[in-house]
């Protein structure tokens, strides 16, 4: 795919194993199990084989993917994921008892529930399906009132809750809540006051390779991964002595200042001029132009070369 189709798309990168992507998916199939079975086990008939329990499943799968996919982002954690759900199921059945059959009601409980989980610090995207499913939800589920908040969904929430905490539990690199999870690192030895070099993009990708989890960061995870690229900023730093045709070179910089060019080709130096270095812009600022320059300017213009691996620019 072109890079700049790439961007527009907002297609990113994915640093995760085909391992941790499996066990993901294995997670979220134990976790909606889980409450397709406490629904099944703990409700009328009338409600878990119509289109509330079809809603309700629809809910809690979307949260199987923030659980199990995304254990460590701030969408994730307990109190997003049962405040999420519960908040919004109180502002969808006020809605439904306050204006019933209004054909603006399931807009006004979606737009309600997500200010209050916005108020509440617990934004959970679900929660506005579980808001709709009060109003639009069947006769049967609206005769639940607000016992709609313990079943089905407070049980659905402690069965996918209980599934998230066991499962990834075990696997040391994905602990939930994501307060669990502590990696223990030795610094690459040298002292945080003695740190003399900037932070790079490719300091940041192997940082979010060690990661290995998709980031929905949170302040904590921003952390360790600002201390991670920290590490790998320190463990090498090379400058380019000399420009070679076919080598790619990064400029060091951060978001959207960073840039990785190919040499193409050096032209020999002319009589009274420098040699010409002609490029092509792979990565970053300026994807697909090319361009040339003398080859001192792209030497300064340079940090270090760096190469294509799995997907991501390394030193």
């Not at 072109?2 to 907002?10: N, S, T, V, Y």
């Not at 949260?63 to 199990?68: D, G, M, N, P, R």
């Not at 019933?100 to 009601?105: A, E, L």
């Not at 737009?111 to 934004?123: K, P, W």
């Given at each position: 795919m072109?890079?700049?189709?790439?961007?527009?798309?907002?297609i990113?990168?994915?640093?995760?194993?085909?391992?941790?992507?499996?066990?993901?998916?294995?997670?979220?199939?134990?976790?909606?199990?889980?409450?397709s079975?406490?629904?099944?086990?703990?409700?009328p008939?009338?409600?878990?084989?119509?289109?509330?329990?079809?809603?309700?499943?629809?809910?809690?799968?979307a949260?199987?993917?923030?659980?199990?996919a995304v254990?460590?982002?701030?969408?994730?954690?307990p109190?997003?994921?049962?405040?999420?759900?519960?908040?919004?199921?109180?502002?969808?059945?006020?809605?439904?008892?306050?204006f019933?059959?209004?054909?603006?009601?399931p807009?006004?409980?979606?737009?309600?529930?997500?200010?209050?989980?916005?108020?509440?610090?617990?934004?959970?995207?679900?929660?506005?399906?579980?808001?709709?499913?009060?109003?639009?939800g069947?006769?049967?589920?609206?005769?639940?009132?607000?016992?709609?908040?313990?079943?089905?969904?407070?049980?659905?929430?402690?069965?996918?809750?209980?599934?998230?905490?066991?499962?990834?539990?075990?696997?040391?690199?994905?602990?939930?809540?994501?307060?669990?999870h502590?990696?223990r690192?030795?610094?690459?030895?040298?002292?945080?006051?003695?740190?003399?070099?900037?932070?790079?993009?490719?300091?940041f990708?192997?940082?979010?390779?060690?990661?290995?989890?998709?980031?929905?960061?949170?302040?904590e995870?921003?952390?360790?991964?600002l201390?991670?690229?920290?590490?790998?900023?320190?463990?090498?730093?090379?400058?380019p002595?000399?420009?070679?045709?076919?080598?790619?070179?990064?400029?060091?910089?951060?978001?959207?200042?960073w840039?990785?060019?190919?040499?193409?080709?050096?032209?020999?130096?002319?009589?009274g001029?420098?040699?010409?270095?002609?490029?092509?812009?792979?990565?970053?600022?300026?994807?697909?132009?090319?361009?040339?320059?003398?080859?001192?300017?792209?030497?300064?213009w340079?940090?270090?070369?760096?190469?294509?691996?799995?997907?991501?620019?390394?030193?």
């Open positions: 072109p890079p700049f189709l790439r961007i527009w798309l907002g990113e990168r994915n640093t995760t194993t085909h391992a941790e992507k499996w066990i993901s998916g294995v997670g979220a199939f134990f976790g909606i199990l889980a409450v079975l406490v629904l099944h086990a703990g409700l008939q009338g409600l878990t084989g119509g289109a509330a329990g079809a809603v309700m499943l629809a809910s809690f799968g949260s199987a993917v923030l659980l199990f254990p460590h982002g701030a969408l994730s954690q109190w997003a994921i049962a405040g999420g759900h519960l908040v919004s199921a109180a502002v969808g059945v006020s809605c439904q008892k306050l019933p059959g209004q054909p603006w009601s807009a006004l409980a979606a737009g309600a529930a997500v200010a209050a989980m916005y108020y509440l610090r617990c934004i959970h995207p679900p929660g506005g399906a579980t808001s709709l499913a009060a109003v639009i069947s006769e049967d589920l609206h005769a639940l009132g607000y016992h709609y908040l313990l079943a089905p969904v407070g049980i659905s929430v402690a069965a996918i809750l209980l599934v998230a905490l066991a499962y990834n539990a075990l696997f040391p690199w994905r602990r939930y809540p994501v307060h669990l502590r990696r690192r030795e610094a690459a030895g040298v002292p945080a006051a003695e740190r003399r070099f900037e932070l790079t993009q490719e300091d990708s192997a940082a979010m390779a060690q990661l290995n989890s998709y980031v929905d960061i949170n302040e995870s921003l952390t360790e991964l201390e991670l690229a920290k590490q790998h900023a320190e463990r090498d730093v090379i400058h002595q000399s420009v070679l045709p076919g080598q790619c070179y990064s400029n060091g910089r951060l978001g959207n200042a840039s990785v060019r190919e040499v193409r080709d050096l032209l020999p130096a002319q009589p001029r420098q040699p010409v270095v002609n490029y092509r812009v792979v990565a970053g600022d300026g994807s697909g132009h090319f361009g040339s320059c003398p080859q001192e300017e792209f030497r300064q340079a940090h270090y070369p760096v190469r294509l691996e799995q997907g991501r620019w390394v030193k």
